[in-house]
Nanobody, 121 residues
Framework: QVQLVESGGGLVQPGGSLRLSCAAS????????MGWYRQAPGKQREYAAF???????VYANSVKGRFTISRDNAKNTVYLQMNNLKPEDTGVYYC???????????????WGQGTQVTVSS
């Protein structure tokens, strides 16, 4: 089985920074797009950023200029560097990935368990 494990969440003050990481483990043959979704209290889940297997990033307008997504294919890991955090960035952040778990198998979507990010003074 494939598992995504997130880390790096926590409590920070407005204007602070936080770095999230997500590592895929288990039967991983290849990973295509990886990304981060977030869900604030009382709101729908939305994407924050994703990155293709070739390293091209895409950001939601709400995080452009403040967040940076990157990946390390050798480690099957995706990162999200969050700078100049705002209270509206508060929420549960979920890692997501498109993964083939073996050769000649279909691509499937996987989700992490989520990590809490709280921005407050």
């Amino acid at each position: 089985q494939v598992q995504l494990v997130e880390s790096g969440g926590g409590l920070v003050q407005p204007g602070g920074s936080l770095r999230l990481s997500c590592a895929a483990s288990g039967s991983v043959f290849s990973i295509k797009t990886m990304g981060w979704y977030r869900q604030a209290p009382g709101k729908q889940r939305e994407y924050a950023a994703f990155i293709t297997n070739s390293g091209s990033p895409v950001y939601a307008n709400s995080v452009k200029g403040r967040f940076t997504i990157s990946r390390d294919n050798a480690k099957n890991t995706v990162y999200l560097q969050m700078n100049n955090l705002k209270p509206e960035d508060t929420g549960v952040y979920y890692c997501a990935a498109e993964i083939q778990y073996g050769p000649e198998t279909p691509v499937s979507n996987y989700w992490g368990q989520g990590t809490q990010v709280t921005v407050s003074s």
